[in-house]
């Protein structure tokens, strides 16, 4: 039986999807696993905050992208399904990218010395950045067509199409990102001279790393739709990829902090900020 241009070009992006998932998937238990004694000590021996309630979803949130992306794999003919895993996924995927954002937006707060105004604007900021992304998935998502593969052997379903609303989002992070690193890098140049501690010039460093990786992920989800308009199974992937990467460094760099704290003198401990699983005193009940 022969197949046309467009079957083979619709299985070939399935393919490359299974392949990106079940890698991504990999990658990330093995992640889990590796850093699973670091993590244990932490949530046993750290205090009950709502920092810590923020990393144990940041942590978690994207099994359930994992275990929807892998469903969305199996042998499926209901397009109707297929919509409904994959709406799924892009409000996880969005929700996992708000905690992680989050982290980094009371980090910032931190340098700051948890100014109130500085953290209400970052909030609003973010919160209007969600709100918008919700709105624009609900409108791109609604008039996405979905499709399977018609070659034998090659399960899944994805979406056919990259509706130019979809880069949206990704824009709106990107603002937001360039936002708190405009924060970060004017609060460091006025204070590189008077706050030198070791907490600090670690809080700083992951600061910009993250804000470095955030932003150059967002660059390429805009910029690769536009390139590659056919390939649509490698920008689905890099989006996934965008959220899980964003999420293993938010967690990540919060337990490096947190046992790193756990060594530091008290004398050496930054006066209001944001240390590991402890916010000070407002913020923190």
């Not at 399935?14 to 991504?24: C, E, H, K, N, R």
């Not at 469903?71 to 892009?90: D, V």
């Not at 001279?193 to 993250?210: D, E, Q, T």
């Amino acid at each position: 039986m022969e197949y046309s241009v467009d079957e083979i070009a619709a299985a070939r992006n399935l393919q490359f999807l299974a392949y990106i998932s079940t890698s991504t998937a990999t990658f990330w238990t093995y992640d889990f696993v590796y850093s699973l004694h670091e993590e244990w000590t932490f949530l046993l021996q750290s205090r009950w905050t709502k920092v810590k309630g923020l990393y144990i979803i940041a942590r978690y949130l994207p099994f359930v992208l994992i275990v929807t992306g892998l469903l969305a794999l199996a042998p499926n003919e209901e397009p109707e399904t297929c919509q409904i895993f994959n709406s799924i996924s892009a409000f996880v995927g969005l929700m996992s990218l708000t905690f992680s954002e989050l982290f980094f937006v009371l980090r910032t707060c931190a340098l700051w010395n948890n100014n109130r105004i500085v953290l209400l604007g970052a909030l609003s900021a973010l919160f209007a950045t969600v709100v918008s992304s919700i709105s624009i998935l609900l409108v791109a998502g609604a008039s996405s067509d979905v499709t399977t593969s018609a070659i034998p052997g090659i399960p899944g379903c994805s979406r056919t199409s990259y509706d130019v609303q979809l880069l949206l989002p990704f824009i709106l992070v990107f603002v937001f990102q360039l936002g708190l690193v405009c924060l970060t890098m004017i609060r460091v140049i006025q204070r590189w001279r008077s706050v030198k501690g070791p907490l600090y010039v670690m809080l700083v460093k992951h600061n910009i790393f993250y804000y470095a990786c955030g932003l150059l992920f967002s660059v390429v989800n805009v910029l690769l739709p536009i390139l590659i308009l056919d390939e649509y199974s490698v920008y689905f992937s890099l989006e996934g990829l965008q959220v899980f990467i964003l999420a293993i460094l938010a967690t990540r760099m919060h337990l490096h902090l947190w046992h790193t704290e756990r060594h530091v003198n008290d004398s050496e401990a930054l006066m209001n900020i944001f240390i590991s699983d402890t916010l000070p005193e407002n913020y923190a009940t």
